[in-house]
């Protein structure tokens, strides 16, 4: 896969087609590397461990939250990251992709997660507001494995994967509005 640098403030990626000896400055910064995978089957297993996260994530919190709706509203996510999951599964294995043209090995996964630990005891708002963040996060990998794919199906496959993590966003906003606005 092409090196592709992606700026930590305004979120623009940029693909290098041609090497040369500069450094890319963007919004006054470095920018860094994004491209750490190797192939198109390791950019797939990475977003397919991402969904059994999501999954396990959203199955566990389902357990333990005593609000009744919020409950069944993470079970019936738990299934749509499933469903994800498996068909970043079938394009893995029913597709062929070019091996890569070079290896770039730089890890730049932190932009992509969760940056507060739930906790056993936390209340309904605070498990939507963490649910809300690995969604937005889920949002920005798609969008950007879809800017960074080379193969016009793979990229259709993570825009259309993107906009169903901004409908488990929107979702989950809509309600913890609902909750706010119901409190007083
Ligand atoms: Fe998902
Ligand atoms: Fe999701």
Same mark, same amino acid.
């Given at each position: &896969?092409?090196?592709?640098?992606?700026?930590?403030?305004? !979120?623009?990626? #940029?693909?290098?087609?041609?090497? !040369?000896?500069?450094?890319?400055?963007?919004?006054?910064?470095?920018? !860094?590397? =994004?491209?750490?995978?190797?192939? #198109? $089957?390791?950019?797939?297993?990475?977003?397919?461990? +991402?969904?059994?996260? %999501?999954?396990?994530?959203? /199955?566990?919190? @389902?357990?333990?939250?005593?609000?009744?709706?919020?409950?069944?509203?993470?079970?019936?996510?738990?299934?749509?990251? $499933?469903?994800? +999951?498996?068909?970043?599964?079938?394009?893995?294995?029913?597709?062929?992709?070019?091996? %890569?043209?070079?290896?770039?090995?730089? /890890?730049? =996964?932190?932009?992509?997660?969760?940056?507060?630990?739930?906790?056993?005891?936390?209340?309904?708002?605070?498990?939507?507001?963490?649910?809300?963040?690995?969604? +937005? @996060?889920?949002?920005?990998?798609? $969008?950007?494995?879809?800017? &960074?794919?080379?193969?016009?199906? /793979?990229?259709?496959?993570?825009?259309? /994967?993107?906009?169903?993590?901004?409908?488990? +966003?929107?979702?989950?906003?809509?309600?913890?509005?609902?909750? =706010?606005?119901?409190? $007083?």
């Amino acid at each position: &896969m092409s090196e592709f640098y992606k700026c930590a403030i305004c !979120g623009k990626i #940029v693909k290098v087609i041609a090497e !040369g000896r500069g450094q890319l400055v963007c919004c006054d910064q470095p920018m !860094g590397m =994004i491209s750490h995978f190797k192939s #198109v $089957n390791e950019v797939l297993d990475f977003a397919i461990e +991402k969904e059994e996260e %999501a999954r396990l994530f959203y /199955l566990e919190w @389902a357990k333990k939250l005593e609000n009744k709706a919020l409950s069944e509203q993470f079970v019936l996510f738990a299934g749509e990251e $499933n469903k994800h +999951k498996e068909k970043l599964q079938r394009v893995r294995s029913g597709s062929t992709f070019k091996p %890569a043209a070079k290896q770039v090995t730089d /890890l730049k =996964i932190v932009d992509y997660l969760v940056d507060i630990t739930p906790t056993p005891d936390m209340d309904y708002q605070e498990a939507l507001i963490v649910a809300m963040r690995r969604e +937005k @996060a889920s949002f920005k990998l798609y $969008n950007d494995l879809a800017a &960074m794919a080379e193969d016009e199906g /793979l990229r259709e496959t993570f825009l259309a /994967l993107a906009q169903e993590e901004a409908k488990h +966003k929107l979702r989950l906003e809509t309600e913890y509005e609902k909750e =706010i606005y119901t409190e $007083n």
